[in-house]
């Protein structure tokens, strides 16, 4: 894959481009999976990164992203608006409308967004709004605003998806509870790898996940919360495995409510960046039988996004 730019943007120093060699995967996906978390950025000189952006990362095109999907063996995307874009949909919408049907997606929007524009957007291929809680990521945004957009988009079948930390969780519990449509959480709720999988902080995003049968998880990645690796590089088979126990936990206990995705291009990452071949050699290391690999990475996706299908 050609190297990536930043069009007309200084990248954030010490920016880590996304992998151009991906090897091929090992692990066979099933036909018709669906890599249900990944982004587009830019490119910046057609879509410009928004001035209130907590980094500036370099391009990756939809052209780019497809080619990975085709690559690594992938029959659809679910691609998520990046918190660089802020709430201008352009680029996540323009990557949807130029897929032929095999993309759909997750907005930003604001209160001022109107009926139209959300209709525009559906009709675009988008099913879902994200909600971000990570703060190094996005400013604060006033919940009640942030209920009022879900009750409006509840009227479009759409779901929320939301990303936070675990040590916000219980800060936030009230909050994600009161959500009135299906809620999906990015990354497991970034759990910390290095405390037990059986104490407190997982527990508690077991239970959220448990007495709320509204709420799903995308298990995916492991290369940003993995803390002792090896790293997916140079041909690893046993990438990250502090963080497998977690996301193996979260599979079997909630196989229908469970998604997948590569996080391409993986922004933010400090220390490495994943070759996605290897990446997608994890999945049968957490989805261990046909079955849960079926659902995780077809079934749900497909309930989820394209029910029209089902
Ligand atoms: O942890 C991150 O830095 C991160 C950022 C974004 C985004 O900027 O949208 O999305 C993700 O899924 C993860």
Redesign the pocket.
């Known amino acids: 894959m050609s190297k990536p730019t930043s069009g007309d943007f200084t990248k954030t120093a010490g920016w880590m481009d996304w992998y151009t060699g991906p090897s091929k995967p090992r692990f066979k996906l099933p036909a018709g999976a669906v890599d249900a978390?990944c982004?587009v950025f830019g490119p910046g000189a057609e879509f410009p990164y928004a001035p209130e952006r907590k980094?500036t990362p370099c391009d990756a095109s939809k052209h780019q992203l497809y080619a990975l999907r085709d690559h690594l063996g992938f029959a659809r995307n679910v691609v998520?608006?990046?918190?660089?874009h802020g709430a201008d949909n352009r680029a996540m919408v323009d990557a949807l409308v130029n897929s032929g049907g095999k993309a759909r997606g997750v907005a930003t929007v604001k209160r001022s967004v109107s009926d139209a524009e959300i209709q525009a957007m559906h009709d675009a291929g988008v099913r879902g709004v994200r909600f971000?809680f990570?703060k190094?990521?996005v400013d604060f945004t006033p919940k009640d605003e942030l209920l009022e957009i879900a009750g409006r988009i509840a009227k479009w079948g759409w779901h929320v998806v939301i990303?936070f930390e675990a040590v916000d969780l219980p800060e936030l519990w009230d909050f994600f509870t009161a959500l009135p449509t299906t809620v999906v959480v990015?990354?497991m709720g970034r759990p910390d790898v290095s405390l037990p999988v059986d104490g407190p902080q997982f527990a508690l995003f077991e239970k959220f996940m448990r007495e709320h049968s509204n709420v799903w998880s995308k298990v995916s990645?492991p290369e940003?919360l993995s803390v002792t690796g090896p790293k997916a590089l140079n041909g690893e088979q046993n990438a990250y495995t502090d963080v497998i126990p977690f996301a193996k936990r979260i599979v079997e206990q909630f196989p229908d409510r469970v998604l997948w995705g590569t996080?391409w291009p993986h922004?933010?990452l400090k220390d490495h960046m994943p070759d996605d071949g290897l990446l997608v050699d994890f999945i049968p290391h957490i989805a261990t039988t046909p079955e849960l690999q079926q659902k995780l990475l077809v079934t749900n996706p497909m309930r989820l996004y394209w029910p029209e299908e089902v």
């Open positions: 978390h982004h980094y998520v608006q990046a918190t660089c971000n990570v190094r990521l990303y990015d990354h990645c940003r996080d922004p933010n």
